[in-house]
C-alpha cells in the first residue's frame, strides 16, 4: 500500500506470511472477535463454514520498521490516515495481485500484534509524479502536502525496492483507499 513503513511488497506493508505460530494465534483470535464486530460473519451455520470463518485476511503491518508500522497504525486508528501506496513494480516483482475494493487485512503494530481490520474502498495505479494532492492528504503524513509525500515515498521506494528498476518520477504506484471496520 503506502506510507513509509514496513516492508512488505515495495508498499508500505510488512507481509507476514511466515509469522510463528503465537502470531497466528494472536491473528486468529483477533480475526474471531473483529469480523463479528464488523459483521462480516457470513451466512448460517448450516450453510457450513465459510472461507471468511476459515482463514483470515492476510495480515502485515505498514511502513519500513516498528516505530514506522506504530507510527502510521496511529494514524489509521485516529482516522487521520485512509489511504496507503505502493510500487506496482514490486508487486509484480514478488509476483503478488494488487489489491481490490472489497479485500481485508489485519494491520499489525511494530511487535506484530493485530490492532485493525480494514477493507480497501477504492484502488487506481498512477504514475509517482501524476499522485494528487488528495490522496497525500489522506495518507495522512506530515504536513499532509503532495510535496511532503513525494519526498518521503521517493525516499521509502528507493529504500525497499524488491525490483531493480529503481525509482523514476513517473513510475506506476498502486495508491489505495480503505476504511478501518474493526480496530482493537
Known sequence: MSEVQLPEHGSEHDD???VDADRDERVAAFWEVARLHAK????????GPTPLESVPPPAWSF???ADQADGLLDLVLAGTKTATASALW?????DEPLPEPGALSIILDGS???RALIETTDVEVVPFD?????????????DLSLAHWREVHE????ATASHGHGFVADMPVVCERFRVLHAD
Open 90 to 94: 514490486d508487486y509484480e516483482a514478488e
Open 63 to 65: 511502513g519500513d520498521g
Open 16 to 18: 507476514v506470511t511466515g
Open 40 to 47: 462480516i460473519s457470513g451466512v448460517p451455520a448450516y450453510f
Open 155 to 158: 525516499r521509502f521506494f528507493t
Open 130 to 142: 501524476e499522485v494528487e494532492e488528495e490522496h497525500a492528504r489522506l495518507e495522512g503524513e506530515g
Open 112 to 114: 506484530g500484534h493485530p
